[in-house]
């Protein structure tokens, strides 16, 4: 890589950083400590989730088909976390015991469910209660 180029990529003192210009980093993994961090946070959005629609925690977690109920309910968690959070649709994936591509899925589906207005209400409360357990905490970037 030329020096310019690493000089522009690398963010100055004081600089908040640039996300990648890079497209996703296929094949590469974080690091442990920062995919721990991720985890933790899933694992606090799917508690959340869980307490807010009266779902047990073990369903959203649990591998394969669910019922449709527990799905959109792991769909919702799955939404906040992304735009709420910002994590990634792979960390989610990994956070969440998915795919990227079912992430990808859930935020589309949950976006396009938005368009009724109760249900807007719910996820809309759902963010709230997201943004306000993680207000205190350093987020994972």
């Not at 522009?8 to 974080?30: D, I, Q, V, W, Y």
């Not at 527990?70 to 998915?98: C, D, K, P, S, W």
Request: proline share 4%; glycine share 6%; with cysteine.
């Amino acid at each position: 890589m030329s020096s310019n180029l690493k000089e522009k990529l690398t963010p100055h003192p004081g600089e908040e950083e640039a996300s990648s210009p890079f497209p996703a980093e296929a094949g590469r993994r974080m690091s442990p400590v920062k995919e721990e961090r991720v985890s933790d946070v899933c694992d606090c959005v799917l508690d959340i989730v869980a307490a807010l629609f009266n779902v047990s925690g073990k369903e959203l977690r649990a591998g394969g088909r669910a019922p449709t109920s527990v799905v959109r309910v792991r769909q919702i968690g799955m939404y906040v976390a992304h735009v709420v959070l910002q994590l990634n649709m792979t960390e989610i994936g990994r956070g969440f015991g998915r795919d990227r591509t079912t992430v990808q899925h859930a935020c589309h589906m949950i976006e396009d469910l938005r368009d009724d207005e109760d249900f807007d209400r719910i996820v809309a409360m759902t963010e709230r209660v997201t943004a306000a357990a993680f207000r205190q905490t350093e987020m994972v970037r």
